[in-house]
């Protein structure tokens, strides 16, 4: 299995995830290792945001994955994506 979790991929994830974590400011850094939660993903955001990275990286997340450790850091939902990202998708 290849690793997809290159540069590209991640700035597109944290991209994506970013706007859905209102207590991150803009200009911080992206914590990958934070609680979600404690960055403001409240259970509708989570929502939204399993819909914005099926769209970004056109992948389908099967329910059997969407467990609340997935959800519970940047890190965490960045592991559970990257086998469904195919290679070609992480080219930019």
């Not at 400011?25 to 992206?30: A, G, H, I, L």
């Not at 404690?38 to 059997?64: T, V």
Request: charged share 20%; glycine share 8%; hydrophobic share 40%.
């Amino acid at each position: 299995m290849a690793n997809v979790q290159t540069d590209s991929v991640v700035q597109r994830f944290q991209a994506v995830v970013r706007p859905h974590l209102r207590f991150l400011k803009q200009t911080d850094p992206f914590p990958m290792g934070e609680n979600l939660g404690k960055l403001g993903l409240d259970s509708m955001a989570a929502i939204n945001l399993l819909l914005d990275l099926e769209k970004e990286f056109q992948i389908q997340i099967p329910d059997s994955l969407l467990t609340a450790e997935s959800f519970e850091t940047g890190e965490g939902l960045m592991n559970m994506l990257s086998p469904l990202i195919p290679a070609e998708s992480s080219g930019g």
